[in-house]
């Protein structure tokens, strides 16, 4: 008899760890995760899509995106109009990133706009990063629930709310982790990342987030139907702006990534003088971006510098 038969006799552990084994391939094989069916797409199963990775946020959000790819040396500073809204711009040159187009029930715009140190191009250092989703219709309440859960997200710096007699408002400062596989429940914001990865920009390890969510749901003076869904239906709009608290030029943090954590950053002068230089920011560009949705005849006040604008 052979070694090996000797050994698949006499040892039933190593021959039970053997059949797991091989049973393991088998699965992974047949039901990869993205990152395995990406090195090797000639395996027989399929991986679940980005739409499916994270969270309730992503698994509401976004099925069969159309993406198109704008020409990044173009241009825009002051503010740009999006439809019957004008988007006022932090101080800066930025460069449209990516559009994209979602089929119903999730009908809705995004826009993506990058601000960069540097080329623009391979080797720019991104200092700020500009995402709107906006949705023409109402949304069902489930995927309009989703798209504000950032608000209640204990991970926040800060969060406000506005009950206004027509719509909620929510403002929030949160750190975010960009050098994660998933650096967003939305799978919008991580294929944006993923494309300045692909251009071969240099992002920081974190960057920190305002955000802004408007919620304004369909009364029956609108036409909204009886439901049994504790939300109405409900357009939602959101705007996300991540900046780069870094060292100017460079993508260096100003602070260890570990103190970025809402529970560190009182204790490292840094980062906390930072966060609340963006945080008492943030307040005054809210109210530019109130103006342009609410008086988007009236051109929005110019925005005050941001503390991650290094420029001239």
Same mark, same amino acid.
């Given at each position: 008899?052979?070694?090996?038969?000797?050994?698949? /006799?006499?040892? #039933?552990?190593?021959?039970?760890?053997?059949?797991?084994?091989?049973?393991?391939?088998?699965?992974?094989?047949?039901?990869? %995760?993205?990152?395995? /069916?990406?090195?090797?797409?000639?395996? !027989?199963?399929?991986?679940?899509?980005?739409? /499916?990775?994270?969270?309730?946020?992503?698994?509401?959000?976004?099925?069969?995106?159309? @993406?198109?790819? #704008?020409?990044?040396?173009?241009?825009?500073?002051?503010?740009? #109009?999006?439809?019957?809204?004008?988007? &006022?711009? +932090?101080?800066?040159?930025?460069?449209?990133?990516?559009?994209?187009?979602? !089929?119903? $029930?999730?009908?809705?715009?995004?826009?993506?706009?990058?601000?960069?140190?540097?080329?623009? *191009?391979?080797?720019?250092?991104?200092? *700020?990063?500009?995402?709107?989703?906006?949705?023409?219709?109402?949304?069902? !309440?489930?995927?309009?629930?989703?798209?504000?859960?950032?608000?209640?997200?204990?991970?926040?710096?800060? %969060?406000?709310?506005?009950?206004? &007699?027509?719509?909620?408002?929510?403002?929030?400062?949160?750190?975010?982790?960009?050098?994660?596989?998933?650096?967003? @429940?939305? +799978?919008?914001?991580?294929?944006?990342?993923?494309?300045?990865?692909?251009?071969?920009?240099?992002?920081? &390890?974190?960057?920190?987030?305002? =955000?802004?969510?408007? @919620?304004? &749901?369909?009364?029956?003076?609108? =036409?909204?139907?009886?439901?049994?869904?504790?939300?109405?239906?409900?357009?939602?709009?959101?705007?996300?702006?991540?900046?780069?608290?870094? /060292?100017?030029?460079?993508?260096?943090?100003?602070? !260890?990534?570990?103190?970025?954590?809402?529970?560190?950053? =009182?204790?490292?002068?840094?980062?906390?003088?930072?966060?609340?230089?963006?945080?008492?920011?943030?307040?005054?560009?809210?109210?530019?971006?109130?103006? *342009?949705?609410?008086?988007?005849?009236?051109?929005?006040?110019?925005?005050?510098?941001?503390?991650?604008?290094?420029? $001239?």
């Amino acid at each position: 008899m052979s070694a090996f038969g000797q050994l698949w /006799k006499r040892a #039933p552990l190593w021959r039970l760890s053997l059949l797991v084994g091989i049973a393991g391939l088998g699965l992974a094989a047949f039901f990869p %995760t993205p990152f395995l /069916k990406a090195q090797c797409p000639w395996l !027989p199963g399929s991986a679940e899509s980005l739409e /499916k990775t994270g969270a309730a946020d992503s698994a509401a959000a976004v099925p069969q995106a159309r @993406f198109t790819y #704008p020409d990044l040396r173009e241009s825009l500073q002051g503010s740009v #109009p999006l439809g019957a809204f004008i988007l &006022p711009l +932090p101080e800066g040159t930025w460069h449209p990133l990516l559009a994209a187009q979602t !089929p119903p $029930p999730a009908s809705f715009s995004y826009l993506a706009f990058v601000r960069l140190t540097g080329p623009v *191009g391979t080797g720019g250092k991104v200092t *700020g990063l500009l995402v709107v989703q906006v949705s023409p219709t109402p949304l069902p !309440p489930a995927i309009a629930d989703t798209m504000m859960a950032a608000c209640h997200d204990d991970r926040n710096y800060m %969060t406000q709310l506005r009950e206004l &007699p027509r719509e909620t408002q929510c403002t929030f400062l949160s750190p975010t982790l960009l050098g994660q596989q998933t650096v967003s @429940f939305n +799978p919008l914001i991580t294929e944006t990342i993923a494309r300045l990865h692909t251009l071969d920009m240099l992002l920081p &390890p974190l960057m920190i987030m305002s =955000g802004w969510r408007l @919620f304004r &749901p369909q009364t029956a003076e609108d =036409g909204a139907g009886a439901s049994s869904a504790s939300l109405p239906p409900a357009q939602v709009m959101t705007v996300d702006l991540l900046l780069a608290p870094t /060292k100017p030029g460079t993508t260096h943090l100003l602070a !260890p990534l570990q103190a970025w954590d809402r529970q560190e950053i =009182g204790h490292v002068a840094a980062a906390r003088s930072y966060v609340t230089a963006q945080k008492n920011w943030t307040g005054q560009w809210i109210a530019r971006l109130n103006q *342009g949705f609410h008086i988007p005849a009236l051109e929005p006040s110019p925005t005050p510098r941001d503390p991650a604008f290094h420029g $001239p």
